[in-house]
């Protein structure tokens, strides 16, 4: 990955939402909600992890999860200082705790959730002054194609379970 070193920050951060979103569209493949994240320590993915919630039955099994569990096996530490978390999807409040717990030092998101956001849009959890630990926040990076690849995950949800209904009816 020695042609990262050459980027420059905003390039990189392009480059690993460009990554996360495939970690998304790997999920999507399995019926899950199309949630990618990608977990980075000195330009190298350390953790990645997709939405499983449904696949697995665990509904703790979300993207940011995943990642930050994948990680903290491969550097053999639950404290995964320095690291960037790129997620197409503002983390929720579960997730959020647990990259405040793990010591992530930067998140990067895409899409805004306003139902149930903890980056800023329904709580702001990450940068709370009196937890131990504040997380470097960036919002909005993709923002567009991260909520179309959503909208459009349940758009084609709803039109299938509409012809599922009208071909019982029939």
């Known amino acids: 990955m020695s042609n ?9 951060d392009q480059h690993w939402m460009e990554y996360a979103l ?3 569209d790997k999920a999507e493949q399995l ?4 949630v990618g994240a990608v977990l980075v320590l000195n330009d190298q993915v350390i953790g990645q992890g997709w939405n499983l919630v449904i696949n697995q039955n665990d509904p703790c099994a979300h993207a ?6 994948d990680g903290g096996k491969n550097i053999n530490n639950y404290r ?9 999807l ?10 405040v717990h793990s010591r992530v030092k930067r998140v990067v998101y895409g899409a805004s959730d306003l139902k149930t956001g903890a980056g800023g849009s329904v ?7 009196q937890l131990n630990h504040q997380v470097e926040l960036e919002s909005g990076l993709m923002a567009e194609i991260c909520a179309n690849k959503i909208s ?9 379970k509409k012809a599922a209904k009208l071909k019982l009816g029939s």
């Open 64 to 69: 940011e999860i995943m990642a930050l569990r």
């Open 123 to 129: 709580f702001d959890i990450m940068v709370h002054p």
């Open 152 to 160: 459009n995950f349940f758009s084609r949800r709803r039109k299938e």
């Open 90 to 99: 503002e983390p929720c409040a579960m997730c959020a705790g647990a990259i």
């Open 31 to 34: 019926g899950e909600v199309p």
């Open 22 to 24: 495939t970690l998304a």
């Open 4 to 12: 990262l070193v050459e980027m420059s920050a905003t390039d990189k």
């Open 80 to 88: 995964i200082l320095d690291a960037t978390l790129y997620v197409t």
